[in-house]
């Protein structure tokens, strides 16, 4: 199964769920896409796969998005999309995709259900918060 994380290695979410991915077994293709940057066709079908729209992608804290007037409800998508494309870091992150769909990973177990199998247990997120028991079972 080939699994494509799309990372920002700064953020604790992001770092939680390349944890959980790869305690599965896997090995994702990691794309720090602050690095790369986005493209518009990149951004809508991830936006499409995961029923995501530029303002529910749209990363608000600890991002430029209120400094560029873009919090406001009456900013329109194609203006979002054209920041996102001028500043990747407004994006939220994680987005996973996988052959079990594609989704924003916030917070970082909502990856457990684009998995084959899960890490085995005990785990916990960074901040200590439990994931996985003893027994191999989903926390929560």
């Not at 920002?8 to 790369?36: H, K």
């Not at 560029?68 to 996973?96: F, K, Q, Y």
């Not at 997120?125 to 191999?136: A, N, V």
């Amino acid at each position: 199964m080939t699994i494509v994380i799309h990372h920002n290695p700064g953020c604790g979410t992001s770092r939680n769920v390349l944890a959980i991915i790869a305690a599965s077994g896997e090995t994702p293709v990691v794309i720090d896409y602050l690095q790369t940057g986005w493209t518009r066709p990149q951004l809508l079908a991830l936006f499409a796969a995961a029923g995501l729209t530029p303002r529910t992608a749209l990363r608000t804290t600890k991002s430029p998005a209120e400094e560029l007037g873009l919090l406001d409800a009456s900013v329109d998508d194609e203006t979002l999309l054209a920041a996102m494309l001028d500043h990747p870091v407004l994006v939220n992150r994680p987005i996973v995709c996988s052959p079990k769909g594609v989704r924003l990973c916030r917070p970082s177990e909502l990856v457990l259900d684009l998995l084959d199998n899960l890490p085995p247990g005990p785990m916990a997120k960074e901040d200590g918060t439990p994931l996985i028991d003893t027994k191999g079972n989903r926390i929560g």
